[in-house]
């Protein structure tokens, strides 16, 4: 069984930083894309970012500029790098990666709230 355990998330002030991280563990043959996405309160969940195996990275605009994703394939970790927090990036943040074929494995959720 494979599972991905997230860490990081916290209270920070607005204009603060924080750095999530992600591992994966279990038994896995390969780790494909890892992503994080996000859910505030009342709303839907969304994609932040997302990096290949290649390490190619895709974020949604409204991060842009501010947020990091990187990966350490030795340790199959991603992490998020969140920097110029606003209150608006208040929300729960959940690991995703595609690992072995064929299987999605979301994390439990880590809560990143921003105070103004």
């Known amino acids: 069984q494979v599972q991905l355990v997230e860490s990081g998330g916290g209270l920070v002030q607005a204009g603060g930083s924080l750095r999530l991280s992600c591992a994966a563990s279990g038994r896995i043959f390969s780790v494909n894309t890892m992503g994080w996405y996000r859910q505030a309160p009342g709303k839907q969940r969304e994609l932040v970012a997302h990096i290949t195996s290649g390490s190619s990275t895709n974020y949604a605009d409204s991060v842009k500029g501010r947020f990091t994703i990187s990966r350490d394939n030795a340790k199959n970790t991603v992490y998020l790098q969140m920097n110029s927090l606003k209150p608006e990036d208040t929300a729960v943040y959940y690991c995703?990666?595609?690992?072995?074929?064929?299987?999605?494995?979301w994390g439990q959720g880590t809560l990143v709230t921003v105070s103004s």
């Open positions: 995703r990666a595609n690992i072995n074929v064929g299987t999605v494995v």
